[in-house]
């Protein structure tokens, strides 16, 4: 079939005009009582024909004609998910009695969306998800705690494909409604010359110095992602206009999409707003919100200085050189953008003063962009109106890889849910660890991270903070930083893999590999997973102790910071042997340590002091640093 193009492009335009509508309320007005899954199973309904329209069912090879079989799956996707939109009100309250119509609609959506997903992605989720379903299967067959309750295999099918907690739960809701109205936006930028007036002003800013372009992003998403307690919405919305500047300067995709996961994935625990949760950990603590800022702040501070080293020191190591004066813009070239600025100005309006739903906001500010770039334009660029419309396609095609991911989280987080998994595991964690505060950080720490997968932070914090977070303190560790480990660790599975959803929206933005993108985000995010073990035992770090004792943290912890992140990126001066490295990793990790660790901690600060001084001098005397480097500093 060599016609697909054209039913692939209206599939896509009628993919993200559904989202403006449900975003817009549109159903209301028209006096349709709608159940939200309807509407995501409505943009499932067009998102399964897209992908086995446009991809090929070997990765990696061009198509010239869809064959007929890919046709008759897209045509059987949309028969599937089409009767589960329409009776879904019928069928949500058959699960338990697992007609045949629910069952095997149920079997084939799920083998559709992973076929599907393995287009997109390739095998490791599918493998992943796979493992999680046989879990269901045969959870009563394993011994112990991690027992799960028998499923019998009709009524997981309907469960997964119907229910509110499957494909069409809390991932698919984020997906199907702010990352669309994101994308769309992103998308609009790039038309309208918005993409290169950002690129042009960071230039200005930060191009007379090295991997500038990660040096914006972190800055950038740390202060919205403070604001905007979604690291997703917050990946979309800034990533669309950071991810393509960073791999303009040099970068890798996959570091370049990890570098805005991280960075927008932290604005949650970045002071003075952050995330939702930080309200509901003074609830649950009945302390000041100030208090919660306060503990907050210094760990916020090492992460972002963690990540703003290593963009230095990638940008040193890949020989990434200053950006000549003359290919600087000017300022006054650049000033004719600013009428930009007013769409995003009436974003941030729209979310913090007039609390509007992200989606909503971001809608009316891709029309407040549409109207000043018809009228103003940039650089030579003035679309037509038939462009911005065309746009709409655009973005349909460019988050059919998110939808996918977004419907196949739901299958883990069903399993989760219906096999008693997440309870088991919390509980398993409380048993085991309950007289030992090392081993029950090292737990409540996977856990987190487990129940994460796919959930948004409030959602994990909320369970972690009921069922672990007393455990901690139980063992003789500080309330507010027992809440905090929680919080940091059930923040972090959005860049961590199997299921890090934060890291593989930036990596569909990229266009880099979803798990490549993931591991390259732990990697930069490693501070995250070290510092809540370390205010954990000495809540020195947390702004709690004696001013000199918590000075002395900070500093040490600093340079602590510093070391690791040379080691992590072989680079200080110039390349780093593996024993350097090595070297700069035991040093950094020794200066990290807070004085109150543990006993003798005092002991280890000093000798990482000393050690990572020593290291640092001898590199500052290589006579040889790389060439590359000297150039591009």
Known sequence: MKTAK?????LA????????????SFQRRLGLDLYPQQFFAAVLFFTLPIAYLTMPARRGTERQAVPLHDVALAAVSMLAVGYVAIAYPTLVLQIFTRPPELWITGLIII???????????????????AAFILYALIGDMIPGRLQGRPQNWQLLAGYIAVDSNGILGLPMSVASTVVIAFILFGVLLGITGGSQFFTDAAMILMGRFR?????IAVLASGLFGSISGSA?????GTGVVTIPMIKKDGYPAHKAGAIEAVASTGGQLMPPVMGAAAFLMAEFLAVPYSEIVMAALLPAILYYVALFIQADLEAAKLGIRRIPASQIPRGQMVAVGLHFV?????????????RYQPERAALWSALALCATALV????????????LLGSIARTGYSVVEILLISAASGIVIAVLNITGLSFNLTYALVQIGGGSAILLLLLSAIVCIILGMGLPTLGVYVLLAALVAPALIEVGIEPIAAHLYVLYFGMMSMITPPIALAAFAAAAIAKAPAMATGWAAMRFGWAAYVIPVLFAFSPTLILIGDPGAVLFAALTAALGVWLISASLAGFFR???????????????LMALVPEGAFEGALLTDVIGIVMGMLLIVSELLRRNPDPMTEASQ
Request: with cysteine; aromatic share 12%; proline share 2%.
């Open 211 to 215: 991997g500038g372009s990660m040096k």
């Open 342 to 354: 007013l769409a995003f100005a009436v974003l941030i309006y729209l979310l913090f003063w007039q």
């Open 574 to 588: 110039g390349r780093l042997s593996r024993f350097k490295r090595t070297l700069f990793g035991v040093a950094g």
């Open 111 to 129: 083998l559709l969306t992973l076929e599907a997903l393995r287009r997109s992605t390739g095998w490791a989720l599918v493998l992943i998800i």
């Open 6 to 10: 054209p039913v692939a492009d209206i």
């Open 232 to 236: 997703v919405a917050n990946v979309v």
């Open 13 to 24: 335009a009628c993919l993200v005009l559904t989202a403006i509508g449900w975003a817009m």
């Open 376 to 387: 103003f334009g940039y650089g030579g660029i003035r679309p037509g109106v038939r462009a």
